[in-house]
């Protein structure tokens, strides 16, 4: 009888450790695999034909060890995985791109990508994608990319979108997440059962320096689906940085002296040829010295310029390859009134 019990216990002893190591280890996994995946689903939501959409999954190697990703499996063919690296140093970071193929596929579609890492330990994680694809609307092209805009400078570009289905379906606004980015509308041909609209994106002067992935909402009367993103993208590069890129006077009087502080910053020494602004009269201490740095004390006038003003203030270097850089001003300047004796 007392090996019997003696033998019960070892079993109940070697039965219940086995389930504290899997119950340690799935914790485990499940701490480590939210640290280097942060993000493990994304909903597209609705998309159009045709629309580029994508999704950057992050990865960030805090193993404390150097990372080997295997492969990355689909489970449907309604998303493309594309990985920055397939390796990703210690305290590295990469990505996941996940691909939604809206020209190819309609509907609801949902994929899991299965990321299987060999280096420093074996494992899978999955990540998940969903959204819908609607069959009526077309963007063409997919996406407004703009490339390479100079900072300082507006940029427009645009798409058209391409209905067929109800005779009374309507674009009714488009709205952009960044106050840099204009966008614009209008219908250039309906028929039966088909629409044609036109969209406008500029981005402003005043958008910021770097690379930029956002999108613009467009807004229909569909009541079941009305909200339809659409990709826009861009670099906006400069050599010359100037701080505050926006500039707000206010009410300002005609003659009236005003005094803003500018920071100009360059890659290389430079010089400055010239700050203008038109309708302004500008005076600055220049003593063409070469720095990367210019610290300025500039003195406004109103000249030509009244009632409300939204204009460039342009800054110029010296030298043979001169460059450009520009802040917005704005200012409501107002008429002199003129006092009538009674």
Same mark, same amino acid.
């Given at each position: 009888?007392?090996?019997?019990?003696?033998?019960?216990?070892?079993?109940?002893?070697?039965?219940?450790?086995?389930?504290?190591?899997?119950?340690?280890?799935?914790?485990?996994?499940?701490?480590?695999?939210?640290?280097?995946?942060?993000?493990?689903?994304?909903?597209?939501?609705?998309?159009?034909?045709?629309?580029?959409?994508?999704?950057?999954?992050?990865?960030?190697?805090?193993?404390?060890?150097?990372?080997?990703?295997?492969?990355?499996?689909?489970?449907?063919?309604?998303?493309?995985?594309?990985?920055?690296?397939?390796?990703?140093?210690?305290?590295?970071?990469?990505?996941?791109?996940?691909?939604?193929?809206?020209?190819?596929?309609?509907?609801?579609?949902?994929?899991?990508?299965?990321?299987?890492?060999?280096?420093?330990?074996?494992?899978?994680?999955?990540?998940?994608?969903?959204?819908?694809?609607?069959? #009526?609307?077309?963007?063409?092209?997919?996406?407004?990319?703009?490339?390479?805009?100079?900072?300082?400078?507006?940029?427009?570009?645009?798409?058209?979108?391409?209905? *067929?289905?109800? $005779?009374?379906?309507?674009?009714?606004?488009?709205?952009?997440?960044?106050?840099?980015?204009?966008?614009?509308?209008?219908?250039?041909?309906?028929?039966?059962?088909?629409?044609?609209?036109?969209?406008?994106?500029?981005?402003?002067?005043?958008?910021?320096?770097?690379?930029?992935? #956002? +999108?613009?909402?467009?807004?229909?009367?569909?009541?079941?689906?009305?909200?339809?993103?659409?990709?826009?993208?861009? %670099?906006?590069?400069?050599?010359? %940085?100037?701080?505050?890129?926006?500039?707000?006077?206010?009410?300002?009087?005609?003659?009236?002296?005003?005094?803003?502080?500018?920071?100009?910053?360059?890659? +290389?020494?430079?010089?400055?040829?010239?700050?203008?602004?038109?309708?302004?009269?500008?005076?600055?201490? %220049? %003593?063409?010295?070469?720095?990367?740095?210019?610290?300025?004390?500039?003195?406004?006038?109103?000249?030509?310029?009244?009632?409300?003003?939204?204009?460039?203030?342009?800054? +110029?270097?010296?030298? +043979?390859?001169?460059?450009? *850089?520009?802040?917005?001003?704005?200012?409501?300047?107002? $008429?002199?009134?003129?006092?009538?004796?009674?």
């Amino acid at each position: 009888m007392a090996r019997l019990n003696t033998f019960l216990i070892c079993f109940v002893s070697m039965a219940c450790v086995p389930a504290s190591v899997v119950l340690t280890t799935t914790v485990a996994h499940a701490d480590w695999s939210d640290a280097v995946f942060p993000v493990k689903s994304h909903s597209f939501g609705t998309v159009a034909v045709a629309s580029k959409t994508e999704f950057k999954f992050p990865i960030r190697n805090t193993t404390g060890r150097d990372m080997h990703i295997r492969e990355v499996r689909a489970s449907c063919g309604c998303t493309t995985p594309i990985l920055s690296s397939n390796y990703i140093p210690a305290g590295g970071e990469g990505y996941l791109l996940a691909r939604f193929n809206t020209p190819t596929f309609r509907g609801k579609k949902g994929a899991t990508l299965t990321v299987v890492i060999d280096q420093p330990f074996y494992s899978e994680v999955q990540l998940k994608v969903d959204g819908y694809i609607r069959s #009526d609307m077309v963007f063409h092209p997919g996406s407004v990319e703009f490339g390479t805009i100079n900072q300082g400078e507006a940029k427009t570009g645009g798409t058209k979108i391409y209905y *067929a289905g109800r $005779s009374d379906w309507q674009v009714v606004d488009i709205r952009a997440n960044q106050s840099w980015l204009i966008p614009q509308f209008k219908q250039i041909e309906r028929g039966p059962g088909k629409a044609t609209y036109e969209l406008t994106i500029a981005v402003r002067e005043d958008a910021p320096a770097g690379t930029f992935q #956002d +999108e613009v909402i467009v807004q229909t009367n569909d009541r079941s689906m009305p909200r339809v993103p659409l990709r826009v993208s861009g %670099n906006v590069v400069t050599s010359l %940085n100037i701080s505050p890129k926006s500039i707000a006077f206010g009410t300002v009087k005609p003659d009236q002296e005003l005094v803003q502080r500018l920071v100009i910053t360059g890659r +290389e020494p430079f010089a400055i040829a010239s700050i203008k602004c038109p309708g302004w009269n500008v005076e600055f201490d %220049n %003593n063409g010295a070469e720095k990367k740095i210019h610290v300025l004390s500039i003195k406004m006038t109103p000249d030509s310029a009244r009632g409300a003003q939204r204009s460039a203030l342009t800054i +110029e270097t010296a030298g +043979e390859k001169s460059i450009t *850089a520009k802040a917005i001003l704005t200012a409501d300047v107002i $008429s002199e009134q003129v006092v009538v004796a009674r």
